[in-house]
């Protein structure tokens, strides 16, 4: 028998090399994975058959936590904009304030590119499809937030739209040619990646005395994660070799200016590791249990 060979050794960067056949390759391995993993798409609701089967298995088997957080009104009066000193918060109020303000970003930029990207009957070429097809994903991806807040009972949160310059912002993105727009699409995918190991990583000291929600975060989390770690291969799956060096230069003021704009992130976060982190980004870091259930594009294995 031969001994198993540790996981680092199986991956490559995800900043490896990669020719224009393997890339078209990756993008029908891709469309295969995601449809088995989606089911059909129900594009006037921007939903997925299978997605919708998940969600709906975890809203029938409902886990709330067994106190209420110290100040819920806490929460409330700073989840959109930051009203007190988030250093006098206790670390749920915190994690969970920040995690909407993440979670609406998201929201923001995908509402916003839904309306300028190919329908299903417009699209032409397989990376279209995948496209509206990853659009559905990150729907529900805020389905998943929700259904993280209402553990914690916090069953009043609304999706706010951006104030009027930033939701400008996230609305001409789309309008970028291809080449332009596919590094920093790629480079904020690797950043929510990222971010969802380092909340994992706090998860069990943040909610230490809430075992049963925090189990139940993690699961909405771990599935989140499971298309994002696909999100982010099939991202890389756009970019040729320029391309690819300019996303690696964007990680760092990306991260660093996206995170300058949440004030929890750095009581939270170690950004300067984060940043390291994506730099050296291969799959091996990933949990075994998203691995098996994600996609990695062939080049990077
Ligand atoms: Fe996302
Ligand atoms: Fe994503």
Not at 14 to 43: C, H, K, M
Not at 60 to 80: A, G, I, K, Q
Not at 189 to 218: C, K, N, Q, S, T
Request: charged residues 30%; hydrophobic residues 40%.
């Amino acid at each position: 028998m031969s001994a198993p060979q540790p996981i680092s050794a199986r991956h490559r960067s995800i900043f490896a090399p990669s020719t224009e056949a393997e890339r078209v390759e990756n993008f029908e391995s891709y469309w295969a994975f995601t449809q088995r993993r989606d089911g059909e798409i129900l594009e006037d609701r921007r939903e997925l058959t299978r997605k919708n089967e998940l969600l709906a298995a975890f809203q029938s088997n409902p886990v709330r936590s067994r106190r209420p957080l110290p100040d819920p009104e806490l929460f409330y009066r700073n989840y959109v904009r930051m009203h007190d000193d988030p250093r006098t918060f206790d670390r749920k109020t915190l994690l969970l304030t920040f995690l909407y303000k993440f979670a609406r970003h998201e929201w923001v930029g995908i509402s916003a590119a839904w309306d300028r990207i190919p329908s299903m009957a417009e699209c032409r070429k397989t990376s279209e499809r995948i496209s509206r097809y990853h659009l559905c994903e990150e729907f529900t991806h805020v389905r998943l937030f929700h259904e993280m807040f209402r553990t914690f009972h916090l069953d009043r949160v609304e999706w706010v739209p951006l104030g009027k310059w930033m939701g400008r912002a996230y609305g001409i993105f789309p309008y970028f040619p291809e080449p332009v727009m596919s590094p920093p699409a790629f480079v904020s995918e690797l950043m929510g990646l990222m971010l969802y190991l380092h909340i994992d990583a706090i998860l069990d000291d943040v909610f230490a005395d809430e075992p049963e929600a925090r189990d139940r975060v993690r699961a909405l989390l771990r599935e989140i994660m499971t298309d994002e770690m696909a999100h982010v291969g099939q991202r890389r799956n756009f970019i040729g070799k320029i391309g690819i060096r300019v996303s690696r230069a964007m990680v760092e003021p990306m991260f660093r200016a996206f995170y300058a704009d949440i004030p929890e992130s750095k009581f939270l976060f170690d950004i300067d590791r984060m940043v390291r982190e994506a730099k050296e980004f291969d799959y091996s870091v990933m949990p075994a249990d998203v691995i098996q259930r994600s996609w990695i594009p062939s080049y990077c294995t």
